[in-house]
């Protein structure tokens, strides 16, 4: 599959750490508004640098484009790549709107094309393992869950000196416009509604805690920076989800059975430990990941590739999963994992939950999908 990289800010750095192991993936270019981000970007990874988006759409053999660009950037972005006849992967979220959303979905249906979006960490080894272990009813009869997806005093935090290796800075006021739930909600929602399947019901709050968080940032919008909501599912699950920057950092993850509890400690950690608790009892075991086992042993070349990095560095995050995969479903005539009706779902509860704001509300979810496949080496 032959792609194209649009924005070269922080958080490319990020996909292209991983994209060598996937020889699948060819990366014509990359291209960037800001003609010297892109220009040190595309010389450093050795790639071509495209001149404009135009010069992106133009060319014939780029087949997908990820778009890295910031969030207010990805409707008219995807829009374009869309257009033009190109496949779509999209950094979180689909848009910002859930019209605008959905128009994008609408869009890549009507011109046989795929569109999907971040985050991908349903495709890593704590997910499945937490998936695994639902199905085969280690829990028993799941009922209730408790998610956090707190980061802790952002504001205080040293966040003028994120800057990774290009010297590119972490884009903390786009950061703080758009909101701690827009951001980071999706990484507990695409879990659930994989795991549950699609909600039908959002009760949520969400309120601006902290408004002026620091005089250095001027920010258009004092957006949410803590939010509460309560997720009813078709299949009859309910899940409380808390998202901020206000709170100690807590990431994680419980989800409370008849039999027992199967938790983790960090949600974002791709390769996070999961724990089965038995009620009432203080001891815990560790749930065996699958991928430790079978993984390294079947699948293709990149499969191996990518369990011999893990075992080499087991704290780095592979944000090109979600473009493998959907790489891998157009060349195979499937349905890809993060398809482009289950990312619309999500995107349209993380708007009900961001949209709240203080008078509170519960929002009936319009939308559904096809529940996603597990991934081979986390069937057995």
Known sequence: MRIAIVGCGYVA????????????????????????????????????????????????????????????????????????????????????????????????????????????RLLAETAQTMWKALRENAVGDAYLTYAEMDDGLVHRMAYEKWINELGTPWPYQNEFETGCTLEHAGYVVSLLTAFFGPAQTVTAFSSVRIPDKTPDVSTAVNAPDFSVACLKFASGMVARLTCSIVAPADHSIRIFGSDGILCTD????????????????????????PWKSNCPLVGPPSSLARAQMRRLDGKKVDYCLGIVEMAAAIRESRPCRLSAQYCLHNNEIVLAIHNALETGSSYDVTTSFDPPEPMPWAKS
Not at 20 to 30: D, H, I, M, N, S
Not at 266 to 289: E, N
Request: aromatic share 8%; proline share 6%; hydrophobic share 40%.
């Open 13 to 120: 750095n990020f996909y292209l750490k991983t994209l060598p192991l996937y020889p699948e993936l060819q990366l014509l270019g990359v291209m960037d508004r800001d003609d010297q981000r892109a220009e040190r970007f595309a010389e450093h990874f050795s790639t071509r640098r495209f001149h404009s988006l135009d010069d992106v759409l133009d060319d014939p053999q780029v087949e997908l484009v990820v778009n890295l660009t910031n969030p207010g950037s990805h409707f008219a972005i995807s829009k374009a790549c869309l257009e033009a006849g190109k496949h779509v992967y999209s950094e979180k979220p689909l848009a910002l709107s859930f019209s605008e959303a959905k128009q994008l979905v609408d869009l890549a249906e009507r011109k046989g094309l795929l569109i999907s979006s971040a985050p991908s």
């Open 266 to 289: 960090d949600i974002w950690k791709p390769r996070a430990p999961v724990y089965l608790k038995r009620s009432m009892r203080i001891r815990r075991r560790t749930v065996a990941l």
